[in-house]
């Protein structure tokens, strides 16, 4: 099993609203990836966990707060979103986080719409 | 540091005709490079990587060989069908750096 799954696929918020995207994954990987991809941009690195601990935070608004409960779940908790957030959220996964190359699996994402 | 630059899109092509999507790169030491397609309202699927100079990664007919001498990983199919349209991402994996450099993208449109 090489899949990555999120949910909601599609999600529709308001700016007062607070909402949560979910990533998991069963390929026993411990470097889970939040990433924000707007329309005809490449994706952008939000934050990575690695063994349920960040790792790396790259400057993201705290109104993105990450949450690992576990090694094979990855949440995104929403608060107070700006509709210039709006975008398709993509959740990926490695073997390990490190020096080393490590592939990495994206799930579908969820598209958000801030209203 | 790294970077990645692919050729400029959109590219329209006639089903079977041959594709080749440049890209080239900038990184210190030696990075693996990879190809990724990202079909229509869809994630990010690996294509083919190599990790390498030299390495040739193939998949699904799409070939790209690792080029050291002209730090380029083109992308090349002999006949494109209608099913592969999707934007392509070139990206790199810098050994130490831990992080993902993608391309900006190209999309390819197929016609029949």
């Known amino acids: 099993d090489t899949e990555v799954t999120q949910t909601p696929k599609h999600l529709v918020m308001g700016m007062t609203n607070k909402k949560s995207l979910k990533c998991e994954q069963h390929?026993?990987?411990?470097?889970m990836y939040w990433y924000k991809q707007k329309a005809k941009k490449p994706p952008e690195l939000m934050f990575v966990?690695?063994?349920?601990?960040?790792?790396i935070n790259e400057s993201v608004p705290s109104r993105f707060s990450p949450e690992c409960p576990n090694s094979s779940l990855l949440n995104l908790h929403l608060h107070a979103l700006q509709p210039e957030d709006s975008a398709l959220y993509l959740c990926?996964?490695?073997?390990?986080?490190?020096?080393?190359?490590?592939?990495?699996?994206f799930g579908p994402g969820t598209r958000l719409t801030v209203t | 540091g790294n970077s990645v630059t692919q050729m400029e899109g959109p590219v329209t092509l006639s089903e079977e005709a041959f594709l080749t999507i440049n890209c080239t790169y900038t990184?210190?030491?030696?990075?693996?490079l990879f190809w990724y397609v990202q079909y229509p309202g869809e994630g990010l699927q690996l294509l083919l990587k190599a990790t390498k100079a030299d390495d040739k990664g193939s998949n699904k007919g799409f070939e790209a060989t690792y080029r050291k001498e002209t730090t380029s990983f083109h992308l090349e199919k002999g006949s494109v069908q209608v099913s592969d349209s999707a934007v392509y991402f070139c990206a790199l994996h810098q050994t130490g750096a831990n992080n993902l450099f993608f391309g900006t993208g190209t999309r390819l449109t197929v016609i029949p």
């Open positions: 990926a996964s490695s073997q390990r986080y490190g020096t080393e190359t490590y592939e990495q699996y």
């Open positions: 966990y690695s063994y349920e601990k960040l790792s």
């Open positions: 990184a210190t030491g030696y990075p693996s």
């Open positions: 390929m026993g990987h411990r470097a």
